[in-house]
């Protein structure tokens, strides 16, 4: 079974932040709680990657303010698998839909209530799943392409395009042979068995934001 994320809660009032802690956990969700921005980002970059969380940032949180460690998050690369809900206060529901266009999944305004917050983190561990086995598929993706030879890369970009094998060769200077050796070892290298599949695969991996290129 798929270990469950933690929800990584951060807010910088202790009553909220022991309150929102020991609700969460009567629910029966794995919580972390940290009083400032600079406490959680220092934690999770030493925990082993990669990371399975939900990040609970609430947005006034004096000295880096949660859409702060959300831009933080971004400039890591945690958000790629880790859904962000922020807490905000009447003061600060413009920043939080501002989050909310950055990727943010939603907000919860204060003082929340049982009835909106927990359905909406049971929501975040759903979608997490989905972002991480995503993540995992492009990391693997990327492999298998870091594993072509520069020459099985340029043939296999234009097999993909659809150019036949004389185009190729004629393309790169090479013999239509060479053309068949490289095109033959780039399919199986990337585990398909013909150029459509290898065309949707290509597709798959610029939709994971790989440079697929020479």
């Not at 004096?62 to 859904?83: E, N, W």
């Not at 927990?118 to 799943?129: H, Y």
């Not at 043939?155 to 393309?171: D, R, T, W």
Request: with cysteine; glycine share 8%; charged share 25%.
């Amino acid at each position: 079974m798929n270990p469950k994320a933690t929800i990584f809660l951060c807010d910088d009032e202790e009553d909220v932040r022991g309150g929102l802690t020991f609700l969460l956990r009567q629910a029966d969700f794995d919580v972390r709680a940290f009083g400032s921005g600079p406490a959680l980002l220092e934690t999770i970059e030493a925990e082993p990657k990669p990371l399975r969380a939900i990040f609970v940032l609430d947005l006034d949180m004096p000295p880096m303010d949660g859409d702060v460690v959300h831009d933080q998050l971004i400039a890591l690369g945690y958000t790629k698998r880790s859904p962000v809900i922020f807490l905000s206060g009447r003061g600060t529901i413009t920043r939080a839909v501002q989050a909310v266009s950055k990727g943010a999944l939603d907000f919860v305004e204060k003082p929340y209530t049982n009835e909106t917050l927990l359905p909406m983190l049971r929501r975040a561990l759903e979608l997490e799943v989905g972002l991480h086995h995503k993540a995992k598929r492009c990391e693997f993706l990327q492999s298998m392409w870091d594993n072509l030879t520069p020459q099985q890369t340029k043939v296999a970009i234009l097999v993909a395009e659809g150019h036949l094998n004389k185009v190729i060769a004629s393309n790169l200077e090479i013999s239509e042979r060479m053309v068949e050796v490289h095109r033959s070892k780039a399919l199986e290298k990337l585990g398909v068995d013909s150029p459509a599949e290898l065309a949707t695969t290509i597709a798959t991996m610029k939709g994971c934001g790989i440079a697929v290129g020479p």
